[in-house]
């Protein structure tokens, strides 16, 4: 089963880019939510593998809602755990109705509101206090969503402040592009999981060779691994090079490591010697998918 990625949607956040980004190679599932208490919930509900949450901002400090679902002050959400990080750069642009004016070059000043999501003001402010001092703010539930929402309005001039990405995706006009306040600007992601649901994994990898006239050779080696509770998760072959059709079998196994597992690996090569014509240890780590505790 593909991953599943919960984010604050809807698609074309710089939730969802970020979440596509650390994700993307692993073919996830991405699971747009309407807000971070829905992502989190996903997650403690085991509906969700992981997701990706905005913590903080290079130029607008902290995001304090997704501090205050960390904080977790009423326990609902005991399982949630931070596996690890993702920095976006990120650029906004002003996000007009498809037509409603020809150029930035040409505006004439009639935007009577604007959209976006609480922490994307912060990093707008010397654009924003330039071109539009005392135009209404409305708070929304993510960028894009304002991007969603100037796409749809036909009787109002609003902008919304959003990206490229959320421009093209809603067919919406982009008036000016790059308005962030530095062009360094980026946001870091955590990436959560639930704790209970997806244990740490570790990976080891053993090459083998057997004599191919014995036969079950193959499957007393196998039987080795399911003897120490070491999980198959791949097996690969490549020939010998000693004597035609003979092989070496690559095994990847993996187990949730225990106290009574922890010599597994060991006492499984020693009988792996004895049943092999050679074997070799190429080493443990820490399987990507199931993250670090
Ligand atoms: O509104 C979005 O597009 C989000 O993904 C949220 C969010 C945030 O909360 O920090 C993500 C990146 C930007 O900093 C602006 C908004």
């Known amino acids: 089963m593909a991953l599943r990625v919960a984010f604050l949607g809807p698609l ?17 599932d991405l699971q747009p939510k309407s807000s971070f208490n829905d992502a989190f919930a ?9 997701a990706v949450i905005p913590c903080e901002n290079s130029t607008n400090g902290s995001v304090v809602q997704t501090l205050d679902l960390l904080a977790d002050r009423d326990n609902s959400y005991p399982d949630v755990k931070v596996c690890g990080e993702y920095y976006l750069t990120v650029h906004h642009c002003l996000l007009t109705r498809k037509g409603l004016y020809p150029s930035w070059a040409e505006y004439d000043g009639s935007i009577t509101k604007l959209y976006t999501h ?18 209404e703010r409305q708070d929304v539930s993510s960028t894009s969503k304002g991007g969603e929402i100037v796409s749809k309005d036909s009787e109002e001039r609003g902008g919304a402040i959003a990206s490229r990405f959320a421009a093209e995706h809603h067919g919406t006009d982009v008036l000016v592009e790059n308005i962030e306040d ?6 870091r992601f955590l990436i959560l999981r639930n704790g209970c649901a997806l244990e740490t994994t570790h990976k080891t990898l053993i090459s083998f060779l057997i004599d191919h006239a014995s036969p079950g050779a193959l499957a007393n080696a196998l039987l080795i ?3 120490h509770g070491l999980n198959l998760t791949s097996i690969n072959t490549r020939p010998s090079l000693k004597k035609p059709w003979q092989y070496i079998f690559f095994v990847e196994c993996g187990r949730t490591p225990s106290e009574e597992n922890k010599d597994a690996v060991h006492r499984a090569l020693i009988e792996l010697r004895e049943v092999t014509e050679s074997c070799r240890d190429l080493g443990t780590w820490k399987d990507q998918l199931s993250a670090n505790a």
Do not use: I, M
């Not at 530095?182 to 946001?187: E, G, I, L, P, Q």
């Open 12 to 28: 074309a956040s710089f939730s969802h880019q970020a979440a596509a980004e650390s994700f993307g190679r692993l073919s996830a």
């Open 42 to 50: 996903a997650l403690q509900q085991n509906q969700a593998d992981f």
């Open 182 to 187: 530095r062009a360094d600007n980026t946001t």
């Open 225 to 227: 691994f399911k003897k």
């Open 118 to 135: 609480p922490q994307a003001w912060g990093q707008c402010e010397t654009f924003l206090g330039k071109y539009f001092k005392g135009v």
